[in-house]
């Protein structure tokens, strides 16, 4: 039986504390089922963003999506874990990855390291985190027990294999990022192979996890092909290999078309991959409010 859909929007702007809790309301108020925010240099601090988030609002879950685990100490992120989550009243969803801009590290003043050496930084964040919210010695300790739940971003096989061990959310972002971070586009049966290892990773799981999908790309129109064309000719912000037409229209992060055409995409996107946490970016927020409305309770 399929997931229920669930909805989280990534807010991406720095604002001042009314106009931050005016835009927390306003995704609560559109349907959003989940509040997050990303951890990159120019965008608002995670946690203190989200305790603002929570004091605004009452229902939807708060969320890290994803903190760059080589910005962090896992001591002092276990600290920041476990107040964000008493001061959210238990609402925090933890997302870590492993971090893809040199350029941030580098401003940072921190070390990048090579893909493997990332990935072994992560799991060994993960693993602390664990001890610590184990130990009785350590405070102070998050509201739920035995600690918030665990979204890991990435779709490469040592990722995929901490997501299948630990997570409770594997989040998939349908690409892969160039040297500069700009995200490269995945065909459908990429992402097919993708989620397939996972799920041989996550074989003996007793308990399946939340699959999770970043949309990048949220256009209402009545004429999918003819907008589809305008990013195909001037992708300013992602790559596009060489797709068809055909092949574009099924690229899992865009959802271009209709109300209905939308809404059905992720219904078939949800029956072929099993994605039914799906999030949206802050420019979105409001294209994807009636996708939400005809997905509701499904």
């Known amino acids: 039986m399929a997931r229920p859909f669930r909805f989280g929007v990534t807010l991406l702007t720095p604002a001042a504390s009314d106009e931050w809790r005016k835009k927390c309301r306003m995704a609560e108020m559109l349907g959003y089922d989940v509040i997050t925010v990303s951890d990159h240099l120019g965008r608002p601090a995670p946690f203190p963003a989200l305790v603002a988030a929570a004091e ?5 879950r708060l ?18 874990v476990a107040t964000t989550d008493q001061l959210t009243g238990g609402r925090l969803e933890l997302g870590l990855g492993t971090g893809y801009m040199k350029a ?14 990332r990935v072994t930084h992560l799991q060994r964040t993960i693993e602390e985190l664990d001890r610590l919210f184990g130990s009785d010695d350590f405070t102070p300790q998050p509201l739920q027990q035995p600690r918030p739940p665990l979204l890991i971003g990435g779709n490469g096989d040592r990722v995929l294999k901490l997501s299948a ?24 049966a990429q992402l097919d192979e993708r989620v397939a290892a996972y799920r041989r990773f996550a074989a003996d799981r007793t308990e399946p996890a939340e699959l999770n999908l ?12 003819a907008t589809l064309r305008q990013y195909l000719g001037n992708a300013s912000y992602l790559t596009i290999p060489d797709f068809t037409e055909d092949e574009a ?6 959802l271009i078309g ?7 995409q992720l219904r078939a996107q949800r029956e072929r991959y099993g994605f039914s ?14 996708v939400i409305e005809e997905l509701r309770g499904e």
């Open 63 to 80: 969320g890290t999506f994803v903190l760059d685990s080589g910005f962090w100490n896992p001591a002092l992120l276990a600290r920041e």
């Open 56 to 60: 605004a609002t009452e229902r939807p």
């Open 104 to 117: 941030e590290h580098d401003a940072a003043g921190l070390p990048f390291g090579t893909p493997g050496e």
């Open 214 to 225: 970043l949309i990048y790309t949220v256009v209402a129109t009545d004429d999918r092909r």
């Open 165 to 188: 061990r630990h997570a409770e959310i594997a989040s998939f972002t349908g690409g892969r990022a160039d040297p500069t971070g700009k995200p490269i586009m995945l065909t459908a």
């Open 258 to 264: 209709t109300v209905r055409q939308m809404a059905d």
């Open 277 to 290: 946490y799906i999030t949206v970016v802050e420019p979105a927020m409001e294209a994807f409010a009636p």
């Open 249 to 254: 229209l099924e690229i899992p992060t865009f």
